[in-house]
């Protein structure tokens, strides 16, 4: 779980953090985690984020908390699971609020490459957790190095759309230089305060900040598996 898993683009720009103490200790941590539990998701889709979405390619960062922890669903995009896995409740929402904001139809999957492929970094917070432990990662050094990622974002020339859904999401929006970037914020799609995020059309919001910028808006819509 090292740097050779990266992008060039990402590596050059990350490349101080591998070399911290914190980030040798979180190697360590998650090695003997790995021993121990199952850990999710596997070592190799652990930087499936920034694999998929290079530095100079991202146009939208989406924040999430914590990976998915049932078996087969965290593949290192937040919020995604892989084809063949149902959906859990935050991302039936998303679709449901993406049929209502942009008529998109609900896809047969939950598997968010396609935005992934198209400029959206789908960055989580923390990149592993201990299977059906939520949460049980948190607090080892993925934060530290997250947030090195956002700042890198936002140290970008080239505008970036950071979306924010929820508190945890929000509160770093303080990483974020906003007077040369947007920030789209909203409710969490949870279950829990679901309620609020209906209705915030979160994904037309990106859209149109996007063709603001003179950039490609997203394709939203993704095609049946």
């Known amino acids: 779980m090292g740097p050779e898993q990266l992008p060039p683009t990402w590596k050059k720009v990350?490349?101080?953090?591998?070399?911290?103490?914190?980030?040798?200790?979180?190697?360590?941590?998650?090695a003997q985690e790995r021993q121990q539990h199952e850990v999710f998701p596997p070592e190799n889709d652990v930087f499936n984020a920034l694999k998929f979405t290079p530095y100079d390619q991202m146009k939208v960062l989406l924040l999430g908390q914590d990976p998915y922890h049932d078996v087969g669903q965290a593949h290192g995009l937040c919020f995604s699971v892989r084809p063949g896995i149902k959906p859990p409740p935050s991302l039936?929402?998303?679709?449901k609020e993406l049929r209502d904001d942009l008529g998109c139809t609900i896809p047969n999957h939950g598997c968010l490459q396609g935005w992934a492929e198209q400029g959206i970094l789908l960055l989580n917070a923390v990149l592993t957790v201990r299977a059906h432990e939520p949460?049980?990662?948190?607090?080892?050094?993925?934060?530290?190095?997250?947030?090195?990622?956002?700042?890198?974002?936002?140290?970008?020339?080239?505008?970036?759309?950071f979306v924010l859904w929820g508190n945890y999401a929000q509160k770093k929006e303080k990483l974020i230089d906003a007077k040369k970037h947007t920030v789209v914020k909203s409710a969490h799609p949870s279950p829990l305060s679901a309620k609020k995020f209906f209705g915030s059309k979160p994904f037309s919001a990106v859209n149109n900040a996007l063709t603001q910028l003179g950039k490609t808006p997203i394709n939203w819509q993704l095609?049946?598996?």
């Open 14 to 30: 990350l490349a101080p953090e591998f070399d911290k103490p914190y980030f040798k200790a979180l190697q360590q941590f998650v």
């Open 92 to 95: 039936v929402n998303m679709f």
């Open 135 to 161: 949460n049980s990662h948190k607090d080892q050094g993925w934060e530290h190095f997250t947030d090195a990622v956002i700042r890198a974002a936002s140290a970008r020339t080239d505008p970036v759309v």
């Open 223 to 225: 095609p049946n598996q």
